[in-house]
């Protein structure tokens, strides 16, 4: 029974649980164990559920479902898993779309025809940072390759993805999971079509795998792999992971080579279903490429899910070097001097074609971010005859504009106060034009309007917009401010690696506009995709560890960049992983480190001393200089329980002492030998959960430059609080005022049958704020005024309420509705009650009352009255 009890809050806990409007409430993934007989389960499911999707597949066998009476699912739920033909059951989660917003896309495709690519060089620089084009003026170009693509479909009918769909076309593979109107919550309508017309994000995704050449003059890391494409979401809202893991095991059953999916939600808990999946598929052969997460700015430990997936590639964002921006030809004269060019990108709305008058601006200042944030002086001129020019920052476009308007102003220029440009759209009556100039454009025409001069623009026809590349010197070659920070819950390093992912240019429905750029590591991850394919063409082999491990090896880990500034330090491996990917040397590289990263854990479970190998393939023996350098020390915490944001959050140069019993070592032809390698963590206050990495360096005689990331957490992860605010909020208030003490609920009568109740009933909610993973969260019911508490321990909470407990629980609030029902179904009486919570610490043990493993609080006091 170990088995199954151990299962068991498997059932109640969703393994990401962010609100409870991500548990499709009722539904489960069960998985079957292979070769048993179903007819038990067929009895039992008949009666209580409908089967929503079925999985056939030599990998995962078993199938969806949804219970009818939704208050006795999870009781049903645990009876099922007591079959032995049961293997696994899980939590129907919903996950997010993803958010990746286009900086400018066409506007239609005649308009797009009309681009005419300037200054920019003929090599794509996304390929140049990674060596994709050294490999590519070699003739690799991933043929022999299939490519499974998991995401919103494929525009196949853009000319830079074939035209086409299915045998002898780009796009050769694939399948529609879920339909046009599907949200993630409704019921699916799949087809064979996995056309994407109104979602983007696939599309954009498949070019930078694959496009072919175009007029923008780029084309894929991997022009002539094929490519099976999955669609998973609809038009809009989410998508399931029971579609989602169905998708997997159809690009599995399709031959896939490589499987990618810029797709995830929060988590850190490689016990998740998803991850579960995606590692099985992994060890069956199939490289899987994750991206690791946009959400750099909520600091250390805040990993994504299915990318923390064990020996899953989870993969980081870098910084294009060059800002691919569309700019409209125009230009401007100075106290009626001789024509001058200048160039805006066009936003929304673009009225812009033949307009030509005077430039004016609230600030000659070029420094000040506030211009425009407060409404403008009674002595303002109108601004109905003027183009507005207004410095990007200090507060939001939107406001900038509204107050310019109030005033007139029709036509709005905002010039940037960082690299590149982006289109921006507004509402606000009266505005007939908008636009963004980069920053040089902007400061050189608020210094002719400084000096006194009549300044009058002749803006050019948005539709006439042409390609420019401006280097990016403030953050081309660093890791993305936005790029999602490691470590895993249990101290695995993750991301991996990473590629260039912000300011993609790539391939956009049709009907979109054609062409994009978009950033976020849903950009770099079908990059390290096609990556995968080239080195396939290379090596000869489709291993996932030995590819890795040859990118791991030759990855160039860069500085430490807030986006604002540079720092002398090495950015930490929780932040980067190993580095930027360099293709070429990893399809060439003969020297092999295994394993390709160490982790010496937290301070708990210390792992002071580990080994890796060197193996030489060459024919020729070589010596190696064995050394280390230590990246940036970045500290969890400061003076709170929550972990600080980035940038913010410190870092500094208090490295690890590493020594290793070899500094320099001869390797003989085709030989191997172990490096042991010895830690002591650096000196620092473990209080506030510093991580330490860096890297272990290798220079050989034969040319080859290679690196090992390291990383520990100079810290106990069992000693953090899990647990930060508890408080009351009644369900049907959307704004969630805090509930006062004492204060009265009235919810419909029910009986232990446990019919739903009401949708808008008010119940009593408890919101807890989870500053830090948990594997297990209980919430029980207190009686106040008479009875007694049965405690219990904590494997048996006899107060536990319904949907109590969750389990592998990540940074985010967690949700919990009362409706009189406990865990056992039973209804308790109207009365006085309290909630509280316990939240098991990481790495603690469940079956222990010990108060250092458990953060417990409770709610302020209430009264549940039944009418």
């Given at each position: 029974?170990?088995?199954?009890?151990?299962?068991?809050?498997?059932?109640?806990?969703?393994?990401?649980?962010?609100d409870?409007?991500?548990?499709?409430r009722?539904?489960?993934?069960?998985?079957?164990?292979?070769?048993?007989?179903?007819?038990?389960y067929?009895r039992?499911?008949?009666?209580?559920?409908?089967?929503?999707?079925?999985?056939?597949?030599?990998?995962?066998?078993?199938?969806?479902?949804?219970?009818?009476?939704?208050?006795?699912?999870?009781?049903?739920?645990t009876?099922?898993?007591?079959?032995?033909?049961?293997?696994?059951?899980?939590?129907?989660?919903?996950?997010?779309?993803?958010?990746?917003?286009?900086?400018?896309?066409?506007?239609?495709?005649?308009?797009?025809?009309?681009?005419?690519?300037?200054?920019?060089?003929?090599?794509?620089?996304?390929?140049?940072?990674?060596?994709?084009?050294?490999?590519?003026?070699?003739?690799?170009?991933?043929?022999?390759?299939?490519?499974?693509?998991?995401?919103?479909?494929?525009?196949?009918?853009?000319?830079?993805?074939?035209?086409?769909?299915?045998?002898?076309?780009?796009?050769?593979?694939?399948?529609?999971?879920?339909?046009?109107?599907?949200?993630?919550?409704?019921?699916?309508?799949?087809?064979?079509?996995?056309?994407?017309?109104?979602?983007?994000?696939?599309?954009?995704?498949?070019?930078?795998?694959?496009?072919?050449?175009?007029?923008?003059?780029?084309?894929?890391?991997?022009?002539?792999?094929?490519?099976?494409?999955?669609?998973?979401?609809?038009?809009?809202?989410?998508?399931?992971?029971?579609?989602?893991?169905?998708?997997?095991?159809?690009?599995?059953?399709?031959?896939?080579?490589?499987?990618?999916?810029?797709?995830?939600?929060?988590?850190?808990?490689?016990?998740?279903?998803?991850?579960?999946?995606?590692?099985?598929?992994?060890?069956?052969?199939?490289?899987?490429?994750l991206?690791?997460?946009n959400?750099?700015?909520?600091?250390?430990?805040?990993?994504?899910?299915?990318?923390?997936?064990?020996?899953?590639?989870?993969?980081?964002?870098?910084?294009?070097?060059?800002?691919?921006?569309?700019?409209?030809?125009?230009s401007?004269?100075?106290?009626?001097?001789?024509?001058?060019?200048?160039?805006?990108?066009?936003?929304?709305?673009?009225?812009?074609?033949?307009?030509?008058?005077?430039?004016?601006?609230?600030s000659?200042?070029?420094?000040?971010?506030?211009?425009?944030?407060?409404?403008?002086?009674?002595?303002?001129?109108?601004?109905?005859?003027?183009?507005?020019?207004?410095?990007?920052?200090?507060?939001?476009?939107?406001?900038?504009?509204?107050?310019?308007?109030?005033?007139?102003?029709?036509?709005?220029?905002?010039?940037?106060?960082?690299?590149?440009?982006?289109?921006?759209?507004?509402?606000?009556?009266?505005?007939l034009?908008?636009?963004?100039?980069?920053?040089?454009?902007?400061?050189?025409?608020?210094?002719?309007?400084?000096?006194?001069?009549?300044?009058?623009?002749?803006?050019?026809?948005?539709?006439?917009?042409?390609?420019?590349?401006?280097?990016n010197?403030?953050?081309?070659?660093?890791?993305?401010?936005?790029?999602?920070?490691?470590?895993?819950?249990?101290?695995?390093?993750?991301?991996?690696?990473?590629?260039?992912?912000?300011?993609?240019?790539?391939?956009?429905?049709?009907?979109?506009?054609?062409?994009?750029?978009?950033?976020?590591?849903?950009?770099?991850?079908?990059?390290?995709?096609?990556?995968?394919?080239?080195?396939?063409?290379?090596?000869g082999?489709?291993?996932?560890?030995?590819?890795?491990?040859?990118?791991?090896?030759?990855?160039?880990?860069?500085?430490?960049?807030?986006?604002?500034?540079?720092?002398?330090?090495?950015?930490?491996?929780?932040?980067?992983?190993?580095?930027?990917?360099?293709?070429?040397?990893?399809?060439?590289?003969t020297?092999?480190?295994?394993?390709?990263?160490?982790?010496?854990?937290?301070?708990?479970?210390?792992?002071?001393?580990?080994?890796?190998?060197?193996?030489?393939?060459?024919?020729q023996?070589?010596?190696?200089?064995?050394?280390?350098?230590?990246?940036?020390?970045?500290?969890?915490?400061?003076?709170?329980?929550?972990?600080?944001?980035?940038?913010?959050?410190?870092?500094?140069?208090?490295?690890?002492?590493?020594?290793?019993?070899?500094?320099?070592?001869?390797?003989?032809?085709?030989?191997?030998?172990?490096?042991?390698?010895t830690?002591?963590?650096?000196?620092?206050?473990?209080?506030?959960?510093?991580?330490?990495?860096?890297?272990?360096?290798?220079?050989?005689?034969?040319?080859?430059?290679?690196?090992?990331?390291?990383?520990?957490?100079?810290?106990?992860?069992?000693?953090?609080?899990?647990l930060?605010?508890?408080?009351?909020?009644?369900?049907?208030?959307?704004?969630?005022?805090?509930?006062?003490?004492?204060?009265?609920?009235?919810?419909?009568?029910?009986?232990?049958?446990?019919?739903?109740?009401?949708?808008?009933?008010?119940?009593?909610?408890?919101?807890?704020?989870?500053?830090?993973?948990?594997?297990?969260?209980?919430?029980?019911?207190?009686?106040?005024?008479?009875?007694?508490?049965?405690?219990?321990?904590?494997?048996?909470?006899s107060?536990?309420?319904?949907?109590?407990?969750?389990?592998?629980v990540?940074?985010?609030?967690?949700?919990?509705?009362?409706?009189?029902?406990?865990?056992?179904?039973?209804?308790?009486?109207?009365?006085?009650?309290?909630?509280?919570?316990?939240?098991?610490?990481?790495?603690?043990?469940?079956?222990?009352?010990?108060?250092?493993?458990?953060?417990?609080?409770?709610?302020?006091?209430?009264?549940?009255?039944?009418?």
């Open positions: 029974m170990a088995r199954k009890s151990l299962l068991l809050w498997c059932i109640f806990g969703a393994f990401l649980t962010v409870a409007g991500q548990i499709a009722g539904s489960f993934v069960v998985e079957f164990q292979d070769n048993q007989d179903l007819s038990v067929r039992l499911v008949e009666a209580k559920a409908d089967t929503v999707m079925s999985f056939d597949y030599s990998l995962f066998k078993g199938e969806s479902i949804q219970f009818k009476d939704l208050e006795t699912a999870e009781h049903s739920a009876e099922l898993l007591e079959l032995e033909c049961i293997k696994n059951i899980w939590p129907k989660q919903i996950y997010s779309r993803p958010n990746a917003k286009a900086l400018w896309t066409g506007s239609s495709v005649e308009s797009m025809l009309r681009v005419k690519r300037q200054n920019v060089n003929d090599t794509f620089s996304p390929h140049v940072q990674t060596q994709v084009d050294r490999l590519r003026a070699n003739g690799i170009t991933g043929k022999g390759v299939k490519i499974a693509v998991i995401d919103t479909g494929i525009d196949y009918t853009h000319p830079a993805l074939g035209g086409c769909f299915g045998t002898g076309c780009l796009v050769a593979d694939g399948y529609d999971l879920v339909g046009d109107a599907y949200t993630g919550t409704n019921v699916p309508v799949p087809d064979s079509d996995p056309w994407d017309g109104c979602g983007g994000h696939g599309t954009h995704v498949a070019g930078i795998i694959a496009a072919q050449q175009n007029q923008f003059g780029f084309t894929g890391a991997a022009p002539d792999v094929k490519l099976a494409a999955y669609r998973v979401f609809g038009c809009e809202g989410d998508a399931s992971n029971d579609v989602i893991i169905d998708a997997y095991m159809r690009a599995v059953e399709d031959g896939a080579n490589i499987i990618t999916a810029s797709l995830g939600d929060t988590g850190g808990w490689s016990q998740d279903p998803w991850s579960v999946v995606v590692t099985r598929i992994v060890d069956s052969g199939i490289p899987c490429v991206s690791a997460g959400d750099g700015s909520m600091g250390l430990f805040h990993p994504q899910t299915p990318a923390n997936g064990k020996r899953v590639a989870a993969i980081a964002s870098y910084d294009n070097s060059i800002y691919p921006i569309l700019l409209v030809p125009s401007f004269r100075v106290n009626g001097g001789d024509s001058k060019p200048f160039g805006y990108t066009s936003g929304s709305p673009r009225s812009w074609a033949g307009v030509e008058l005077p430039l004016w601006a609230p000659f200042n070029s420094t000040e971010n506030g211009q425009g944030c407060t409404e403008l002086p009674d002595g303002t001129p109108d601004l109905s005859d003027k183009v507005i020019l207004i410095r990007r920052g200090g507060c939001t476009i939107a406001k900038k504009v509204q107050n310019v308007a109030d005033k007139g102003a029709r036509y709005i220029l905002i010039y940037n106060n960082i690299g590149g440009t982006a289109v921006l759209e507004t509402s606000v009556t009266g505005v034009g908008i636009g963004m100039l980069r920053t040089s454009t902007g400061v050189a025409l608020i210094n002719a309007l400084a000096s006194g001069s009549e300044v009058v623009l002749s803006m050019g026809d948005p539709i006439a917009a042409r390609l420019e590349g401006e280097p010197n403030r953050t081309g070659g660093f890791i993305s401010t936005t790029s999602s920070w490691g470590p895993a819950w249990d101290g695995d390093m993750n991301p991996e690696f990473g590629v260039p992912g912000g300011y993609i240019l790539s391939t956009y429905p049709v009907s979109l506009g054609s062409y994009a750029v978009l950033s976020g590591t849903s950009m770099s991850c079908p990059l390290v995709a096609a990556i995968y394919a080239l080195l396939s063409n290379v090596r082999t489709l291993d996932p560890a030995l590819l890795h491990q040859y990118l791991s090896s030759t990855a160039i880990p860069n500085l430490l960049n807030t986006g604002d500034s540079t720092f002398p330090l090495l950015a930490p491996v929780a932040q980067q992983g190993a580095g930027l990917l360099q293709a070429w040397e990893a399809a060439h590289v020297t092999l480190l295994s394993p390709s990263s160490i982790m010496f854990n937290d301070t708990d479970y210390l792992k002071s001393s580990v080994s890796f190998t060197i193996t030489n393939t060459e024919n023996e070589v010596t190696y200089n064995i050394s280390s350098v230590g990246a940036a020390t970045a500290y969890t915490f400061s003076d709170s329980t929550t972990p600080d944001p980035f940038p913010g959050l410190k870092t500094d140069d208090s490295f690890a002492h590493i020594s290793m019993n070899e500094t320099k070592i001869t390797i003989p032809p085709h030989g191997q030998a172990a490096v042991a390698v830690v002591k963590p650096p000196a620092v206050d473990a209080k506030l959960l510093p991580v330490y990495s860096g890297y272990i360096t290798l220079n050989g005689t034969n040319g080859e430059n290679l690196s090992l990331p390291y990383q520990g957490i100079a810290g106990s992860l069992n000693s953090q609080t899990v930060g605010n508890w408080a009351l909020f009644a369900s049907t208030d959307t704004d969630n005022p805090i509930t006062a003490s004492n204060s009265t609920f009235a919810i419909p009568s029910l009986s232990n049958n446990s019919s739903s109740i009401n949708n808008n009933s008010s119940l009593p909610t408890a919101i807890a704020d989870m500053v830090f993973g948990s594997p297990l969260v209980y919430v029980e019911a207190i009686p106040v005024d008479g009875g007694s508490l049965a405690k219990g321990n904590a494997t048996g909470n107060n536990d309420i319904f949907n109590s407990p969750k389990r592998w990540s940074r985010v609030p967690v949700e919990f509705e009362f409706n009189g029902t406990m865990a056992d179904h039973t209804i308790v009486p109207a009365g006085r009650y309290k909630l509280r919570v316990r939240a098991l610490h990481i790495f603690g043990n469940e079956d222990t009352d010990d108060s250092t493993q458990w953060d417990v609080a409770e709610t302020p006091e209430f009264f549940i009255q039944y009418a």
